[in-house]
């Protein structure tokens, strides 16, 4: 493994929030994603998937969530 990955202190997700009110979080830089009906079960589903991804080497310490918001103005 390299030492850089175990030295990782932090992921990053970029939230988008869907049409119909629901939020989309996909990782940068890794392979994982999920999404939720509220922010509040979005995080738990984030700290969930991030768990499942790392279940056999260390994990960061920390997770982003990093809100999108965009808007057309016309």
Do not use: C
């Not at 049409?19 to 990782?27: F, K, L, N, R, S």
């Not at 589903?45 to 260390?58: C, K, L, S, T």
């Amino acid at each position: 493994m390299n030492d850089s990955f175990a030295d990782m202190k932090e992921i990053v997700f970029e939230v988008t929030q869907e049409i119909d009110g629901g939020y989309v979080a996909e990782a940068l830089g890794e392979s994982i994603i999920t999404e939720a009906d509220s922010w509040e079960k979005l995080r738990a589903n984030v700290r969930e998937a991030v768990r499942a991804f790392y279940f056999d080497q260390p994990a960061p310490n920390s997770i982003r969530l990093h809100l999108v918001k965009d808007e057309v103005l016309a």
